[in-house]
Nanobody, 120 residues
Framework: QVQLVESGGGVVQAGGSLRLSCAAS????????MGWFRQAPGKEREFVAG????????YYADFVKGRFTISRDNAKNMVYLQMNSLKPEDTAVYYC?????????????WGQGTQVTVSS
């Protein structure tokens, strides 16, 4: 099983940028599609972005298209989420996840999350 640890969250002003990282451990990381999800206070967890095991076929939720970029480095067992043009509504706990290769919105397991706060 892959273990996931997110980092890179913090407080940023609206319009700013953050880069989230997800360190994965386990011998099968490079065979899994990966994704990012988020959960804002009082809301359900929602899909943000997903990427195939090879690093291709990125897919994004409409509300982050053009602003966020997901990437991975299988040699380093890392997944990233570059977040630009951040908005206050992007404030949430962000989770890295192993996801279903046929449906990135379906997660098999999660990391512990990292808090992102965007101030207006």
């Amino acid at each position: 099983q892959v273990q996931l640890v997110e980092s890179g969250g913090g407080v940023v002003q609206a319009g700013g940028s953050l880069r989230l990282s997800c360190a994965a451990s386990g011998p099968t990381f490079s065979s899994h599609a990966m994704g990012w999800f988020r959960q804002a206070p009082g809301k359900e967890r929602e899909f943000v972005a997903g990427i195939s095991w090879r690093g291709g076929s990125p897919y994004y939720a409409d509300f982050v298209k053009g602003r966020f970029t997901i990437s991975r480095d299988n040699a380093k067992n890392m997944v990233y989420l570059q977040m630009n043009s951040l908005k206050p509504e992007d404030t949430a706990v962000y989770y890295c996840a192993v996801v279903n290769s046929g449906d990135y919105a379906v997660a098999d397991y999660w990391g512990q999350g990292t808090q992102v706060t965007v101030s207006s």
